[in-house]
């Protein structure tokens, strides 16, 4: 028999107190003292076993449910937000005590960029109107970064980690797509009822609608390229199947669009076109577009069509800017967005600060049946107008250069990575942020971990490929 171990010593020595201190607290009824042994076994857990902590925020993030705290008038992702602040936690003092942290990762131009959004953002929520609400703001996305792109490329600089992170997340997405579905019928499968039955995993149905897009791409993508197996075979169509299902009934029309800009895109890749051809074309959709846009603005105030229970006319009211609520509630909020940037170009009003200081900038002229003064229904609804509005030109500059270079990166990897494999992971991971940044004109849900984990995932993804898996020579993009 072997002698047990330091390591084995400690955990059974930390079980034990767990125990004790779990039944003291039940015993004097200090019932938010539970949290202590909690928060110790939260500690250890990330401690001993970050992989698998990582794992498991990955298979639980769509399943999370959002609990408020009205005493304390906040509210937390559970059951895995406390992992987030933990795992962040130990980053920084792993940072603090090794002095670095996967070296070539960080000088990686998608790392950089994404140093130079937390540190924008912080410096701006310096300056906020209301610090408070800006400071939560960034500490939140500080936790997605570290935890979704940087601790995450530890588990994908490993290629056998690829298609288990695909898989995690979307095999309890189905299932919440599943619980979906079932309540949507309960209600005749309306359009109305389509924007909350989600719930309580999403809260509403654009959120809901963006990430079934990203996981419709990686679904279909996965069938199409990774397993010639039947029987994986069989059970990916039917994941692609019931997201497929998901998306059609979520009712989100900019859902439905970015996966039509996603499959132009996936055409590009398939004739082999590179970010050289794309750039060409979108420079001459852009010039077409401004040489039109009198006869196209004329189109779009002639539109009638309002969103509805009818998908032809569901998707046809996507041009309706006159009438359809939900689109001049948008052009309401844009127009407000654009008013307090011209006001403080610079820094903007503070990181998260829109919602709570738009409503003097709303023109009476423009407010809909939908408008509020309340700062209780939503952002700018927009990844790249709400950041004028937050902190200023260079937070919107940030972003754009975000996505040119997850262009840029994702057509080089998808077509001269080495082999198959990699090349269809890179394809799925980019192919699945087209569907979000084009869903990012007209919303921005990367306040929202269930959003923000493929988000930024699929961005470490790119990285990672890049950095260790792509041959260090001279690649052709045309």
Not at 129 to 152: A, D, N, Q
Not at 260 to 268: R, V
Request: overall charge positive; glycine content about 6%; proline content about 4%.
């Amino acid at each position: 028999m072997q002698p047990i171990s330091r390591l084995q010593w400690m955990i059974i020595g930390g079980g034990l107190v767990f125990v004790a201190l779990i039944a003291v607290f039940l015993a004097y009824e200090w019932y938010w003292g539970l949290l202590i042994p909690f928060g110790l076994a939260l500690v250890a857990s990330v401690l001993l076993a970050m992989d698998n902590v990582l794992w498991f925020i990955v298979f639980t993030t769509p399943l999370s449910i959002n609990v408020e705290f009205e005493d304390l008038g906040s509210t937390m992702n559970f059951p895995n937000e406390p992992f987030l602040i933990a795992l962040t936690g130990l980053f920084f003092v792993r940072l603090l005590y090794y002095g670095n942290f996967l070296p070539k990762l960080l000088k990686h131009p998608l790392s950089l960029i994404l140093i130079a959004h937390l540190t924008w953002m912080f410096f701006t929520a310096l300056l906020s109107e209301i610090p408070l609400v800006s400071f939560k703001y960034f500490v939140s996305r500080l936790w997605f970064i570290v935890v979704f792109f940087y601790l995450m490329s530890l588990l994908l600089k490993d290629e056998k980690n690829h298609k288990p992170y695909y898989l995690l997340y979307l095999i309890p997405l189905c299932i919440a797509v599943i619980y979906t579905i079932i309540h949507h019928s309960e209600y005749g499968f309306t359009k109305k009822s389509g924007t909350w039955v989600m719930q309580p995993f999403f809260k509403e149905h654009t959120s809901y609608g963006a990430v079934l897009a990203m996981y419709f791409t990686v679904a279909w993508g996965m069938f199409f390229k990774y397993v010639d197996r039947p029987l994986a075979k069989i059970g990916l169509l039917v994941l692609a199947i019931i997201i497929s299902v998901g998306l059609y009934f979520s009712y989100t029309r900019a859902a439905w669009l970015s996966v039509m800009i996603m499959m132009g895109i996936a055409a590009m890749l398939y004739f082999n076109w590179g970010f050289k051809r794309f750039l060409q074309l979108s420079l001459g959709g852009l010039v077409i577009l401004a040489l039109s846009w009198g006869s196209i603005s004329e189109r779009l105030e002639k539109t009638r069509a309002v969103s509805s229970d009818d998908t032809s006319e569901h998707l046809s009211s996507v041009t309706n800017v006159t009438t359809d609520a939900s689109n001049t509630e948008r052009l309401n909020r844009w127009k407000s967005a654009w008013r307090m940037f011209k006001e403080r170009p610079h820094t903007g009003f503070g990181p998260g600060t829109y919602m709570f200081l738009y409503a003097p900038y709303q023109n009476p002229n423009e407010k809909t049946i939908i408008s509020t003064n309340q700062g209780d229904v939503g952002n700018a609804h927009s990844e790249y107008i709400g950041p004028l509005a937050d902190s200023g030109w260079p937070a919107a500059l940030i972003i754009l250069i975000w996505v040119v270079m997850i262009f840029y990166f994702g057509f080089r990897l998808s077509l001269h990575l080495p082999t198959d494999s990699l090349r269809a992971t890179a394809a799925i991971a980019f192919l699945a942020l087209v569907t979000y940044f084009s869903h990012g004109l007209v919303n921005n849900f990367l306040d929202i971990d269930k959003a923000a984990l493929p988000v930024f995932g699929f961005t470490a993804i790119l990285a990672v490929m890049d950095t260790y898996f792509m041959p260090r020579k001279k690649e052709s993009l045309s």
